[in-house]
Nanobody
């Protein structure tokens, strides 16, 4: 059974940093694209960042970011721990949201329960 568990959320001041983790089980994390989404109160869920699966020969992955977080957030993967991280720097109050990780595997979309990030000005 595929499971995703987010952690690392919390309260931060504007300009601060947080590191989110998405711990996975039931799959080899390097074989799938893993995405982070967020949803702020009263707003639609939006994609934040994605890391592709390893391409095999060179273990290279492609990362993508929403324009709103480019240059501030960095997604990475620890294959040994089956975990994907989202390093969030220079946080802004508008980054306040519930952050969730997602993977599409075996023709199914799997989601974690999310972790709350609150940024104060």
């Amino acid at each position: 059974e595929v499971q995703l568990v987010e952690s690392g959320g919390g309260l931060a001041q504007a300009g601060g940093s947080l590191r989110l983790s998405c711990s996975t089980s039931g799959l080899a994390v390097e074989a799938f694209a893993i995405s982070w989404f967020r949803q702020a109160p009263g707003k639609a869920r939006e994609g934040v960042s994605c890391i592709s699966s390893d391409d095999g020969s060179s273990s290279h992955s492609t990362t993508t970011y929403a324009d709103s977080v480019k240059g501030r957030f960095t997604i990475s993967r620890d294959n040994a721990k089956n975990t994907v991280h989202l390093q969030m720097n220079s946080l802004k109050p508008e980054d306040t949201a519930v952050y969730s990780c997602n993977v599409r595997a075996y023709s199914t979309n799997f989601w974690g329960r999310g972790t709350q990030v609150t940024v104060t000005s």
